[in-house]
T-cell receptor, first 113, second 116 residues
Framework: DAGVIQSPRHEVTEMGQEVTLRCKPISGHNSLFWYRQTMMRGLELLIYFNNNVPIDDSGMPEDRFSAKMPNASFSTLKIQPSEPRDSAVYFC???????????FGPGTRLTVL | AQSVTQLDSQVPVFEEAPVELRCNYSSSVSVYLFWYVQYPNQGLQLLLKYLSGSTLVKGINGFEAEFNKSQTSFHLRKPSVHISDTAEYFCAVTANSGGSNYKLTFGKGTLLTVNP
């Protein structure tokens, strides 16, 4: 099993640019979660999907952030336009509905200059 | 809503010493509890979880945790730590709402540093 795959692993961009983070969940999992980790705020849930449908996006900080899950094997988190305060490590996790475990990817370290 | 407090941000210990990482939670409903470990530059890995049944839960790498409902705690313990246990440890909680995957609320983390 390849685990949760995230790309890119590192992203450096300039303020105002669009950033797209990608996630491939574990095959057979039907829940997907996006988290953000910073020193100041710790781990925060941004949004999660069940069966490709967004269930709770209350953690998305503002309209500059959007997430999609067009199919069971792919999700994106987009920031447009990016700002320096978006600098963080973004994690994707997947699991099965009704199963009490989330499997985390290695994360994408985003730096916005 | 649920919340988690990890009482120590850093815990330094010597190799082969016992360790306890403390976690308290707050919730108006019954909960499931988890401990995750994060090694440098990696994602989180599940150490153990409490869903129901025995309040003493054993996990990977020799760790265990005890659920104490009256004290709303879920402390993590290991009788003898190794250098390789150096990592950040996160306590997490979710409401036992049944039937759907769970929105985890994480504590701020405890950095365990094992010194030789």
């Amino acid at each position: 099993d390849a685990g949760v795959i995230q790309s890119p692993r590192h992203e450096v961009t300039e303020m105002g640019q669009e950033v797209t983070l990608r996630c491939k969940p574990i095959s057979g999992h039907n829940s997907l979660f996006w988290y953000r980790q910073t020193m100041m705020r710790g781990l925060e849930l941004l949004i999660y999907f069940n069966n490709n449908v967004p269930i709770d996006d209350s953690g998305m900080p503002e309209d500059r952030f959007s997430a999609k899950m067009p199919n069971a094997s792919f999700s994106t988190l987009k920031i447009q336009p990016s700002e320096p305060r978006d600098s963080a490590v973004y994690f994707c996790a997947s699991g099965r509905v009704s199963y009490n475990e989330q499997f985390f990817g290695p994360g994408t370290r985003l730096t916005v200059l | 809503a649920q919340s988690v407090t990890q009482l120590d941000s850093q815990v330094p210990v010597f190799e082969e010493a016992p360790v306890e990482l403390r976690c308290n939670y707050s919730s108006s409903v019954s909960v499931y509890l988890f401990w995750y470990v994060q090694y440098p530059n990696q994602g989180l890995q599940l150490l153990l979880k409490y869903l129901s049944g025995s309040t003493l839960v054993k996990g990977i790498n020799g760790f265990e945790a005890e659920f104490n409902k009256s004290q709303t705690s879920f402390h993590l313990r290991k009788p003898s730590v190794h250098i390789s246990d150096t990592a950040e440890y996160f306590c997490a909680v979710t409401a036992n709402s049944g039937g759907s995957n769970y929105k985890l609320t994480f504590g701020k983390g405890t950095l365990l540093t094992v010194n030789p």
